[in-house]
Structure formats: C-alpha cells, structure tokens
T-cell receptor, first 111, second 111 residues
Framework: NAGVTQTPKFRILKIGQSMTLQCTQDMNHNYMYWYRQDPGMGLKLIYYSVGAGITDKGEVPNGYNVSRSTTEDFPLRLELAAPSQTSVYFC??????????FGSGTQLSVL | QKEVEQNSGPLSVPEGAIASLNCTYSDRVSQSFFWYRQYSGKSPELIMS????GDKEDGRFTAQLNKASQYVSLLIRDSQPSDSATYLC???????????FGDGTTLTVKP
C-alpha cells in the first residue's frame, strides 16, 4: 500500500507564479486535508474535504484553492505565489475522527 | 487563547528518565485526542490516541486525559535517544473530523 502520495517533494517558485500540489491516497478515506507547517510551528489547516465534491476552508485558506473530483485525489492550487506561502505542505487523509495518515510533505520556497 | 497549547520547549532529559509532555485545549466539545511524533524533516506519525478520561498505556508511552481540566499529557518512560523529536498534540472537536494542532514540544534525550 502506498498510503498518501504527495508530489513534488521540493519546489521553488517566483513571486506571482502558480502551481498545483498533487495528493492521492489509496486507502479509500473520505476525509482529506491540506496542512502547512512553518518553521518551529504546528500544522495549520488550509482546506479539507469530507468526500468527493465537498470541500471547506480551514484556518488559513487565503491564496489557495482545492478541488475533490474523486475519493483518491485532493490537489491544492496556489495562485499568485507570495513569500508568505513559503512553508512545508502536508496532505493527509483519515476515516473521520481517527488518526491522520500523512504524505511525505512538499517543501515550497517562494522567492 | 490558542485552541491547543503545549508546554514550551525545548525539553531535555537524560537517557532512561521519564519525559512528560503536556497539552491543554480550549473547547469543551473536543472528543478525540492524539499525540504525533515528528522527526526533523519528516512527516508526523501517530504515537497515541485517547478518547476517554484516564490513562492509556502502549509500551513505554502513556497518554493521560482529563476532560474536566481540558488537559492531555504524554509520558515517555525509559527515554531513549531515538525519542528525540518534536511531539505534536492534536485535538478533534466534536465529530467534525478536523484536527487542530499545538505548536509542538521538542524533546532531546541525552545519552
């Protein structure tokens, strides 16, 4: 089982560029999440989804967009990248009020 | 007031000692509580989950939950250098399925 797969692992963007972080899971989990983690801090929820076609904002959604067309995939779109979006991004999935399964993370730098 | 607060670190203990990590949460409707361990540059992994008042033991790890005091802790007995990591407390409110994280406590176990 691959679990939660995130790509890319590293990316450098210039200010104003856009990109999509890919996330896919093979555990048939309904719940999927995007978190960001700044240095020395905990994880902040960006967006989450409770099933295909359903998404909702988390704590820090500004500058991001998501879609959930299938149970497996939950891509995160960054539009007009800003230095404040420099962070490590984690995708995760779960069966609801249970533990999170995390992807390996994406280190993003916006210069 | 932060939703989830952890005791500020870093925490340093000698090998073989007991490490005590603490977490408080603000929302009384919180139902599910988790401790994740995160090694530097890696994604978080679950150490313990606890849902009911009292203690839950798993090997060298014991989680303690007191809902009246809105307090959850993690004890690590016979600490090993391999326990050196950042420990993240996470809380799920009600049945929302969204985990809120504290900022983490960094533990160093010295040989």
């Amino acid at each position: 089982n691959a679990g939660v797969t995130q790509t890319p692992k590293f990316r450098i963007l210039k200010i104003g560029q856009s990109m999509t972080l890919q996330c896919t899971q093979d555990m048939n989990h309904n719940y999927m999440y995007w978190y960001r983690q700044d240095p020395g801090m905990g994880l902040k929820l960006i967006y989450y989804s409770v099933g295909a076609g359903i998404t909702d904002k988390g704590e820090v959604p500004n500058g991001y967009n998501v879609s959930r067309s299938t149970t497996e995939d939950f891509p995160l779109r960054l539009e007009l990248a800003a230095p404040s979006q420099t962070s490590v991004y984690f995708c995760a999935s779960s069966r609801g009020n249970e533990k999170l399964f995390f992807g390996s993370g994406t280190q993003l730098s916006v210069l | 007031q932060k939703e989830v607060e952890q005791n500020s670190g870093p925490l340093s203990v000698p090998e073989g000692a007991i490490a005590s990590l603490n977490c408080t949460y603000s929302d009384r409707v919180s139902q599910s509580f988790f401790w994740y361990r995160q090694y530097s540059g890696k994604s978080p992994e679950l150490i313990m989950s606890i849902y009911s008042n009292g203690d839950k033991e798993d090997g060298r790890f014991t989680a303690q939950l007191n809902k009246a005091s809105q307090y959850v802790s993690l004890l690590i007995r016979d600490s090993q250098p391999s326990d050196s990591a950042t420990y993240l407390c996470a809380v799920i409110r009600g049945n929302a399925g969204k985990s809120t994280f504290g900022d983490g406590t960094t533990l160093t176990v010295k040989p």
